[in-house]
């Protein structure tokens, strides 16, 4: 495995090797002693109201009005806490800066110590004052062939990092069936110039007609662009469900609604479905969370027709499961 593969599991876990699993020691110990999963990634998608109207986007048939109040953000917070949640990633749904409650989220997560994570289409980074910003671990903008990438978004990302100084930035770019390569070019640009983590290269899980990601990087060959940090995650190769689908104890997801559902990738799950979570599929509510985890009531993941997280789920399962002699190597 070259060394900048190892590096890029630092910034994605769909279709990777589970390394972060074996970093965690108390989750370790958790599944070898207890054989229980501990929630600690936590995806929390805290309103469905957007500034945006992409064409692409996978939960675009979602009702658009939901969002938490203020109350489900302090029932949430002891949930999590009572849970052994370490990381919450805000992300949408909808635009997670259009939530009224933006800046007390993530002031209380990290009160609480959980480290925080932000999914941003960047467009409103101005709502956030300087101290909110940089209270983030890491901060994704969100970018695709669509948007608009001129001074006045240039202006908000420059805000952003400035504010951010201790904040891991990175872009994550959903590539159409025809590529803006000379924007894929400036988006990379700005990301080598800007010390970016990685630029997340995508293209359309719910089109008919994707882009290929290796024509595409073949294309910014020609442009002479420094490609080291892009990383290109074609949304081709899905597995199917598992039976026992024990990423949704892991890294459960958190709709508007308040409900739990087993990942963040439920919208791709069944094909020619609406784009949105299907309610089906919901876990139930997240004041559910502790009973959950107490019984490790995993979600049945056999209904999923496409699953990104087959290797998680195979690891998570070896992990639980008892083994004799353990010395022996």
């Known amino acids: 495995m070259s060394l900048k593969i190892v590096s890029n599991l630092s910034f ?22 207890e054989r229980t999963i501990i929630p600690r990634h936590v995806q929390l998608c805290p309103t469905n109201k957007c500034n945006l109207s992409c064409s692409f986007c996978s939960c675009r048939d979602r009702d658009k009005n939901l969002e938490l109040s203020k109350q489900d953000v302090d029932d949430l917070l002891e949930v999590l806490n009572k849970v052994k949640t370490r990381g919450v990633t805000i992300t949408g749904g909808g635009e997670p ?17 959980i480290e925080v994570g932000l999914t941003t289409n960047g467009v409103l980074f101005d709502r956030l004052n300087v101290q909110i910003i940089n209270l983030c671990t890491w901060i994704r903008v969100s970018v695709s062939d669509y948007s608009t990438f001129d001074d006045n978004f240039i202006k ?41 983590t990685h630029v997340r290269l995508s293209n359309d899980i719910m089109s008919n007609s994707r882009s290929d990601l290796m024509v595409i990087k073949a294309e910014l060959a020609k442009h002479n662009i420094d490609d080291g940090i892009v990383i290109y995650q074609s949304k081709e190769d899905a597995d199917k469900g598992q039976k026992s689908c024990l990423i ?17 990738g439920v919208q791709y799950a069944k094909k020619n479905e609406i784009r949105d979570a299907p309610y089906a ?17 995993h ?14 789920n195979t690891y998570l399962r070896l992990m639980v499961a008892d083994h004799k002699h353990l010395s022996f190597m």
């Open 156 to 196: 908000g990302l420059d805000y952003a990092l400035h504010a951010g100084s201790n904040v891991d930035f990175g872009f994550s770019y959903i590539a159409t069936e025809k590529p803006d390569i000379p924007k894929i070019v400036r988006t990379i640009e700005y990301a080598n110039s800007n010390n970016f």
């Open 281 to 297: 599929f919901n876990m139930g509510n997240f004041r559910d969370l502790p009973d959950i985890v107490e019984k490790q009531a």
């Open 97 to 113: 800066l259009l939530f009224e409650h933006i800046e007390y989220l993530i002031e209380r997560l990290r009160h609480q110590n």
């Open 248 to 264: 949704s104890l892991l890294k459960p997801m958190i709709s508007a609604d308040g409900l739990i559902y087993p990942c963040c």
């Open 299 to 312: 979600f049945n993941g056999s209904v999923c027709e496409s699953c990104y997280y087959d290797t998680y």
């Open 12 to 33: 994605t876990s769909a279709s990777t090797y589970p390394v972060k699993i074996f970093k965690d020691t108390e989750l370790v110990r958790s599944l070898n002693e």
